[in-house]
């Protein structure tokens, strides 16, 4: 019995003293105010998390009535649990970017214990939270972070594995693996690849554990792939391999080998000075994880993706646990090191940024026609950049190592707060929901089925718009491929022109 009381009494101890560390992150991942969705990626997952539901099938992707062939069913299902269980809303679609998100965060969190030590551990998931490519997906309903998570999870715990040769460690390192395949199929292979080696230095692969959770991540890919080609067969499921070569060939995302060399330090902002310094600096640390997780795996999952013919801002996602890492690591070298290069670097992010970004906000002021922006975004521009530059500004009156290091987070945790409590991430397509909701108020279409006259979408502006406006429809049909598959008394949306709908009398245009 004292034993048990005892327990709990340590539990309650230790929630109580980290509750803070939990709250300090509730402004940046959570948003419950008025969600829309962009039209792709996360629009398309969230019509297809829809249509299983509708038509109770969890095996094949679908859109507008057709099989989807080039992807898993992964993000799907998970959106179409979420809303099974609570409810189906808008919150319920985002629900397992938030969890795994927040896996994120924590490893993160665990990783810069691991891999520097203790002492401002909390640093490093702040910066992750507030670094612009990781909010920007972590508020999209796609599985780009669940894909960066579990392969962050592999790092964390191949790491752990190797340091105490753990059995649950054991096979999380190989776990992840089956389930990022099932997330991001082929993708898997760069992460895997990057990791590797050291998998094979530390013969983790000798261990039953690890193994066995390489089998069991692969279950979910395995018992689905036989129940798609079971009901579908496969002509349909080699669509996955032609997507590969697809992706591999010359196509709209075909990008220089360069990309990201310059695409990845934009959206690092407003941590990518400190990320370069500090991956050129690891090894003031004299530690071979470090030295081998926080520069030689990252070189080799971007020379990777940079062979691969498509290129994409978030492929690099599952880099940001250690970017941000790097980028503490960054921020300690250049208050540390006194010499020209790094006091000049300090006067660049500290006051020559700041005082840009002012005269930034204020020549959008002053040009907002010119723009096409709102006295809304306007509004929200100001307060953000004011949230951000005033705490970088006041550094050179503070000494405390510790104070600055507040400071810097402080600007970019309040501008990243701000913005997504604003619905800046959250409710990217706000007139269309206005819209989309006031006609299903008016016309009282809770329980009507719309349905979509596929065969008007002829370009891809009308098909994203279709999108959006589809997944504000209480109740939606699988497609049509024509107008003349309307029957009487039945909704749809079309983008075929009015003059062409009212010559036909049939038809009634709300």
């Not at 993706?305 to 250049?334: C, E, H, Q, R, W």
Request: hydrophobic share 50%; proline share 4%; glycine share 4%.
């Amino acid at each position: 019995m004292n034993t048990k009381l005892n327990f709990k009494s340590d539990v309650k101890k230790i929630l109580h003293k980290n509750l803070w560390r939990y709250i300090i992150f509730v402004p940046i991942i959570l948003y419950f105010g008025n969600r829309s969705l962009v039209a792709y990626d996360e629009g398309i997952y969230a019509l297809q998390a829809k249509w299983i539901i509708e038509n109770n099938n969890w095996i094949t992707p679908m859109k507008w009535g057709s099989i989807v062939a080039d992807r898993t069913i992964g993000i799907q299902f998970l959106i179409a649990i979420s809303q099974k269980i609570f409810g189906e809303n808008m919150f319920a679609i985002y629900i397992p970017t938030i969890l795994f998100g927040s896996l994120m965060i924590f490893l993160t969190y665990e990783l810069h214990k691991e891999l520097i030590d203790k002492k401002f551990s909390l640093v490093s998931p702040l910066i992750l939270c507030t670094t612009f490519l990781w909010i920007n997906y972590f508020h999209m309903a796609t599985q780009d972070i669940i894909f960066g998570s579990l392969t962050t999870l592999g790092i964390y715990a191949s790491i752990k594995s190797y340091k105490s040769n753990n059995k649950v460690f054991l096979f999380l390192a190989g776990i992840w693996i089956g389930l990022d395949v099932m997330m991001k199929t082929y993708l898997t292979f760069i992460p895997f690849i990057g990791i590797l080696p050291f998998i094979l230095k530390t013969k983790i692969y000798k261990n039953l554990f690890f193994w066995i959770g390489v089998v069991i991540g692969f279950l979910p890919f395995i018992f689905w792939s036989y129940q798609y080609i079971n009901i579908n067969g496969w002509a349909t499921y080699s669509g996955i391999y032609e997507k590969l070569i697809t992706l591999s060939k010359d196509n709209d995302f075909t990008n220089p080998f360069y990309y990201y060399l310059f695409n990845l330090p934009l959206n690092l902002f407003p941590w990518t000075i400190f990320s370069i310094i500090g991956f050129f600096n690891i090894s003031l640390f004299k530690k071979k994880l470090s030295t081998y997780f926080l520069n030689i795996y990252p070189s080799i999952i971007i020379l990777l993706l940079s062979i691969f013919s498509t290129k994409t801002p978030y492929y690099p996602i599952m880099l940001l646990s250690l970017s941000s890492i790097n980028a503490f690591i960054g921020i300690k070298v250049i208050f540390n090191k006194k010499n020209k290069l790094f006091n000049f670097l300090k006067r660049l992010n500290f006051t020559f940024i700041p005082i840009l970004l002012l005269i930034l906000i204020i020549y959008i002021n002053f040009n907002k026609p010119i723009l096409n922006f709102d006295k809304y975004q306007i509004l929200i521009l100001n307060v953000a950049v004011t949230f951000f530059v005033l705490p970088w500004l006041c550094l050179s009156f503070i000494n405390s190592f510790r104070k600055k290091i507040i400071l810097i987070l402080l600007g970019p945790y309040l501008m990243t707060s701000f913005l997504v409590q604003s619905g800046s991430f959250s409710d990217r397509s706000k007139d269309i929901r206005i819209d989309a909701q006031a006609i299903v108020e008016s016309r009282n279409l809770y329980d009507k089925k719309i349905e979509v006259i596929t065969s008007g979408l002829s370009n891809e502006i009308d098909t994203k718009k279709i999108i959006k406006i589809a997944l504000f429809m209480p109740k939606l049909g699988n497609g049509l491929n024509n107008i003349n598959n309307l029957k009487t008394n039945q909704y749809a949306w079309i983008s075929i022109s009015n003059k062409e709908l009212k010559s036909n009398k049939d038809y009634n245009i709300i």
